[in-house]
Nanobody, 118 residues
């Protein structure tokens, strides 16, 4: 089992910034990908960004140029720096850790609320 702990959500005005943090612990040897997903009310959960062990990243088109995912100094920690936030970024953000290519969706954090006011 892998446990994920998230922090950093909150309320911010449009144009502001927030940084999310996630730390994975437990059986992490097989984890080669960590990322952030989000789910707004009435919508499906969607990928925001993810990063592989080797450092390569992928972003949703809606956040490219505004959000940056990066690894922390400790193994299996990841940050999501969110700049130029928009009201449409409002959602619950979930950290995910997985063995990419295994065919399952891995492990999920409890979620952290991000609210962007206009």
């Amino acid at each position: 089992q892998v446990q994920l702990v998230e922090s950093g959500g909150g309320l911010v005005q449009a144009g502001g910034s927030l940084r999310l943090f996630c730390a994975a612990s437990g059986s992490i040897l097989s984890i080669n990908n960590m990322g952030w997903y989000r789910q707004a009310p009435g919508k499906q959960r969607e990928l925001v960004a993810h990063i592989f062990s080797g450092g390569s990243t992928n972003y949703a088109d809606s956040v490219k140029g505004r959000f940056t995912i990066s690894r922390g100094n400790a193994k299996n920690t990841v940050y999501l720096q969110m700049n130029s936030l928009k009201p449409e970024d409002t959602a619950v953000y979930y950290c995910n850790a997985r063995n990419y290519g295994s065919g399952n969706d891995g492990y999920w954090g409890q979620g952290t609320q991000v609210t962007v006011s206009s």
